[in-house]
């Protein structure tokens, strides 16, 4: 009982969480709002876009107003809060088949051009905790926007920690590197070079296993409208 292809149900996946996929599925494209599709077996289910009632208490609308394709694209047009349900049966209320979307307003419009200097934030991993056991990453990571050319810088007592940059299966499967490949320092300074997934862990004992692991996701750098599209400049730095 699935709608397939960019949707996340509610309940598995917290407001935030949302938020912080859709700023991430917005800005790595040219389009404001990338549309979103509901792909399901045509006359199985349907698209009901409700309200925020409707949704907490599954009050199915006129069957009229349901799209019901198995293939129905819905284009972001606006920002706020969006709900959609199936309306089909109990699929919301016993199946879960409703999604909540916060459609982040872009804080530019199309036509992008590139601004000549990223953001250059630093971000402390972990804050004034740094680099260490016993706390999640992840949950640090959440709602938090990098770009590229900001900083991470993970600190932690010399000796006791170190930090590597492996791919995703790595990370999920906590595989050590090769030990040449490992910050040390104890104020490791990573610069972000290019957008995408980006996955660290740290390879000492079984500190990856118990936790010590970071995945990011880093941006293309913010862009603004330009009035004139063709005077378009690429990154100086
Ligand atoms: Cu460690």
């Known amino acids: 009982m699935v709608w397939r292809r960019h949707i996340c149900r509610i309940g598995k996946h917290s407001d935030e969480k949302l938020q912080s996929h859709l700023a991430v599925f917005s800005d790595t494209t040219n389009i404001p709002f990338p549309p979103w599709i509901f792909k399901y077996a045509a006359g199985k289910h349907n698209v009901f876009r409700v309200n925020g009632t409707v949704f907490q208490q599954c009050i199915i609308p ?3 107003e349901a799209l019901s394709s198995g293939y129905d694209v819905i284009t972001l047009a606006t920002p706020g809060r969006k709900w959609y349900i199936c309306g089909v049966g109990k699929h919301c209320e016993s199946g879960g ?37 016993n706390f999640d990453y992840q949950a ?34 906590c595989i050590i590197p090769a030990a040449n490949q490992t910050l040390t320092s104890g104020y490791d300074v990573i610069t972000l070079q290019t957008p995408g997934r980006k996955w660290y862990i740290c390879g000492v004992g079984k500190h990856c296993q118990m936790g010590m692991k970071l995945f990011i996701n880093v941006l293309p750098y913010p862009t603004r409208v330009s009035s004139i599209p063709s005077n378009k400049q690429s990154p100086t730095t």
């Open 140 to 173: 640090w990571a959440m709602g938090k926007k990098f770009y590229v050319g900001d900083k991470l810088v993970f600190r932690y007592p010399k000796g006791i920690h170190n930090v590597f940059r492996v791919d995703g299966t790595s990370f999920h499967q």
């Open 97 to 133: 088949m409703k999604l909540f979307i916060n459609v982040l307003s872009k804080s530019s419009p199309p036509l992008p051009s590139y601004y000549p200097a990223p953001s250059g934030k630093v971000f402390v991993v972990g804050d004034y905790k740094g680099w260490t056991l």
């Open 62 to 64: 006129p069957t009229n």
